[in-house]
């Protein structure tokens, strides 16, 4: 369980099973924090589409530009690689004319699948409350 205290930290309950950052690392949730390292990856907007993407099978370069509205080749890419780098992905080339690439998840990233939809149904049924409070907020603040 993950539970955020007084000071707005980040506590876990898990704390075993989370790498302890070298003694001297910062610990106030910067760069040098491993739990950030991960959630910069694995929560950033693009990795997630493409995650829940490769949820379904593998795919090419392609069919994952088709898929995701708004991405360019260069971050799609870019997000390929680092999730590569994470061992989330996994990056076939056959030797044809052109070349053909396909990515899937590995079973690190099919993990991922999971938390990924439960936020999505969690998303999904809050959805209405959050456009709302919004709306609140907006109007109180003359936004």
């Known amino acids: 369980m993950i539970t955020i205290n007084k000071n707005r930290k980040i506590i876990s309950s898990l704390s075993a099973q989370v790498p ?5 690392a910062p610990h106030d949730g910067g760069a040098g924090c491993p739990l950030r390292d991960v959630l910069d990856r694995v929560g950033d ?18 069919d994952l530009r088709r898929s995701v509205e708004g ?8 997000t390929l690689r680092q999730l590569e780098r994470d061992g989330l992905v996994e990056r076939t080339v056959y030797p044809s004319v052109p070349v053909r690439v396909e990515y899937e998840l590995t079973a690190l990233g099919r993990t991922l699948i999971e938390p990924l939809e439960a936020l999505a149904h969690w998303a999904e049924s809050h959805r209405s409350v959050i456009l709302s409070a919004r709306a609140a907020y907006d109007s109180r603040d003359g936004v």
């Open 71 to 78: 991405i360019s080749q260069r971050m799609l890419t870019h």
């Open 20 to 24: 302890r950052p070298v003694p001297d």
């Open 45 to 62: 907007k693009w990795s997630v589409l493409v995650v829940v993407l490769l949820g379904n099978g593998r795919l090419r370069f392609s």
